[in-house]
Nanobody
Framework: QVQLVEAGGGLVQAGDSLRLSCAASRGTFSTYAMGWFRQAPGKEREFVGAISRSGRYTNYADSVKGRFIISRDNAKNTVYLQMNSLKPEDTAIYYC???????????????????WGQGTLVTVSS
């Protein structure tokens, strides 16, 4: 089964940019649809963005649309989340997730994903 490790979190100021990465191992990365989720203190985990196994199709939560970009490099077994114009409300632990799939589609529900990383903390100060 695939194993996921996120990296790239940190403390930034409002308006800054940050790029998260999620490296996958033990699996054929190109057979997995990938997603990013986040969980702020005291809140439930929520969808951020998703990408199909080929990278052709993407989807975003309204709260990040136009600011965040999800991409993947199947040759490097890595999915990325480029976060621009960060806001204090983006502060959360960010998790990547994987779902084995035949279809080239994305998924946006937590329950649709089978594998999760340990998360990386992003803190945005005002």
């Amino acid at each position: 089964q695939v194993q996921l490790v996120e990296a790239g979190g940190g403390l930034v100021q409002a308006g800054d940019s940050l790029r998260l990465s999620c490296a996958a191992s033990r699996g054929t990365f190109s057979t997995y649809a990938m997603g990013w989720f986040r969980q702020a203190p005291g809140k439930e985990r929520e969808f951020v963005g998703a990408i199909s196994r080929s990278g052709r199709y993407t989807n975003y939560a309204d709260s990040v649309k136009g600011r965040f970009i999800i991409s993947r490099d199947n040759a490097k077994n890595t999915v990325y989340l480029q976060m621009n114009s960060l806001k204090p409300e983006d502060t959360a632990i960010y998790y990547c997730a994987a779902r084995l799939t035949v279809a080239d589609v994305y998924y946006y529900l937590l329950s649709q994903y089978d594998y999760w990383g340990q998360g990386t903390l992003v803190t945005v100060s005002s």
